[in-house]
């Protein structure tokens, strides 16, 4: 007979595997008094040697915002090869009995491309009609030099045999372009003037392009409003109306677009450039939002959005967030609210974020922030919402603020710039720790839910952030300014910490994050001292 308190296994899940990233979940019941934990290890077939993962995240049942979800373990392993096969094997332990391990066979997403062999049939402005209508699985529809008109696409390719709009020198599309409930179509190396919307299509692809948002069709650029899935929108220029001004910040403000908007699951949306829209990256928010997991946002580059840089509201679990740099944004990273998660922040470089570098808003459940930099005028760290912040992780993040102000009737912190200011904060099941915090006033004030603190001694005496840091803007190896002000295009800064920095060696080991560090330690925020910068936006 099983203990009181015992875990019973249930299902194992990995829905929807994007091309570095599987998502891991395992459902339980049992475990009422929250104990049961899950390790994770992986290693690509046929290798011998197993790599461990970050463990799985206990989620509780819950609902916020019309949605809820079940009791369960859950969790993501980063930094995969596409199409490749994987075991991962999964310890379910509980010191009150129920523990087993399983072991499963996973494999990513390939990365999206051509049919071996394709044909190639050459198109004009004046044949596109014909040869589309006539478009077979397979198919690569070489798009000559002229401007095509606005229209609807309505064929679909096969897996392994997309349909391929490829474009040339020359080549410009006239929105808007609509296709609705289609599968397997590519768009590559084409310019786009207006929207480009793809509600309900499946295996959506669009690469080495340029969209130029118009102020029709709201500004938005990529877009789908209804539920589609594993789409691949990656290495695009992405250009929207929205001035960086004070009136257009915020919800309120005089700003539009979506730059690249989805709803679903699998959606791959990865070294973009996307400036001058309200939001740069999103997902659907509210009833609208459908199966939004396994989605990964993944080395953009975000620059002049007017009220979210990425928005990833109503993310349901496993949204990963990594390695994007976000320059001068009113608010650079949101979670409004996550559903229980977890939702993934993981060395983000977010420089010059007007009002607040993280938004975790309306309830929000779930966060997980790794290794993020933060450099912004006022407040370095604060989440300004009314309602409860809840069951918040973070390790390995430098946040720098300063002196606060007012910008479009919004503050960014108060006039010394607190590092840390969270005041409903669930101090129950928050766990902060190895983070490190300054402000250029040389101050040290912090708000940790109904608690205020005056010093770095304080933090670690009184909260979970035992091993947390004090640190100024001399952290950095290259000379970066404070934002004095914001409303200022600047451009992005080395974020990289310098040897012999406070940040160096001074944050925790994670387990498929921090691979590969040097010295004694991971090194705190989104790069390791010495390391070469990754590529934000468009690969060359």
């Avoid at 930094?79 to 391990?101: A, K």
């Avoid at 394709?118 to 596109?128: C, D, G, N």
């Avoid at 080495?208 to 500004?219: E, K, L, W, Y």
Wanted: aromatic share 8%; with cysteine.
């Amino acid at each position: 007979m099983a203990c009181p308190g015992a875990v019973f296994a249930g299902e194992v899940r990995f829905p929807f595997p994007t091309l570095q990233h599987l998502t891991v979940e395992w459902l339980i019941t049992g475990d009422e008094n929250s104990n049961s934990t899950v390790t994770v290890r992986y290693r690509a077939e046929g290798e011998s040697t197993w790599r461990q993962a970050m463990p799985l995240r206990l989620i509780a049942a819950g609902d916020n915002e019309g949605f809820s979800w079940g009791l369960r373990h859950s969790g993501s392993i980063f930094g995969l090869q596409p199409g490749t096969r994987y075991e991962v094997e999964l310890t379910l332990s509980d010191m009150n009995g129920g523990g087993t391990t399983r072991t499963e066979k996973v494999s990513t997403r390939a990365v999206p491309a051509p049919m071996a062999g394709a044909p190639t049939k050459a198109v004009t402005p004046s044949t596109f009609a014909a040869v589309a209508a006539s478009a077979q699985p397979g198919d690569i529809l070489e798009l000559g030099p002229g401007t095509y008109g606005a229209f609807d696409w309505s064929r679909s390719g096969t897996e392994g045999k997309p349909i391929v709009l490829r474009g040339t020198m020359g080549t410009v599309l006239n929105g808007p372009i609509n296709l609705f409930n289609q599968s397997h179509v590519h768009f590559d190396r084409v310019t786009i003037n207006g929207r480009l919307r793809f509600n309900g299509t499946n295996h959506f692809a669009l690469t080495r392009s340029t969209v130029n948002a118009t102020s029709a069709n709201n500004g938005d650029a990529i877009v789908t409003f209804l539920r589609a899935e594993n789409a691949y929108i990656a290495d695009n220029v992405v250009t929207g109306v929205t001035q960086w001004t004070e009136g257009s910040l915020g919800v309120n403000g005089n700003n539009q677009g979506e730059g690249i908007c989805v709803t679903g699951p699998g959606h791959v949306i990865m070294n973009n450039r996307v400036s001058g829209f309200r939001d740069g990256i999103s997902l659907i928010e509210d009833s609208d939002a459908k199966d939004q997991y396994s989605i990964d946002i993944v080395g953009n580059d975000l620059i002049g959005n007017a009220d979210d840089g990425i928005e990833a509201d109503f993310c349901f679990h496993n949204c990963r967030i990594v390695g994007n740099r976000l320059t001068n944004n009113f608010i650079a990273l949101s979670s409004q609210p996550g559903l229980g998660g977890p939702t993934y922040f993981v060395r983000n470089a977010v420089y010059n974020a007007v009002h607040i570098a993280f938004k975790l808003y309306r309830g929000s459940s779930g966060d997980v922030l790794l290794h993020n930099t933060v450099v912004k005028h006022g407040d370095a760290f604060a989440i300004s919402a009314t309602t409860p912040v809840a069951n918040l992780y973070s390790r390995n993040n430098l946040f720098i603020g300063g002196p606060g102000g007012t910008f479009g009737g919004y503050s960014s912190g108060n006039a010394t710039g607190r590092v840390l200011h969270i005041p409903t904060l669930v101090t129950a099941n928050a766990d902060l720790d190895h983070d490190g915090f300054g402000s250029t006033s040389g101050t040290f004030s912090a708000t940790w839910g109904a608690t205020a603190l005056t010093s770095l001694g304080a933090l670690r005496s009184s909260t979970t952030e035992q091993h947390a840091v004090q640190v100024d803007l001399g952290v950095f190896a290259t000379a970066v300014a404070y934002p004095s002000a914001p409303m200022t295009l600047y451009a992005a800064p080395d974020l990289r910490p310098g040897a012999g920095s406070a940040a160096e060696n001074a944050g925790a080991p994670l387990p498929n994050i921090t691979e590969g560090f040097s010295g004694s330690a991971p090194d705190l925020g989104a790069h390791e001292v010495g390391a070469p910068l990754p590529v934000y936006g468009p690969r060359p």
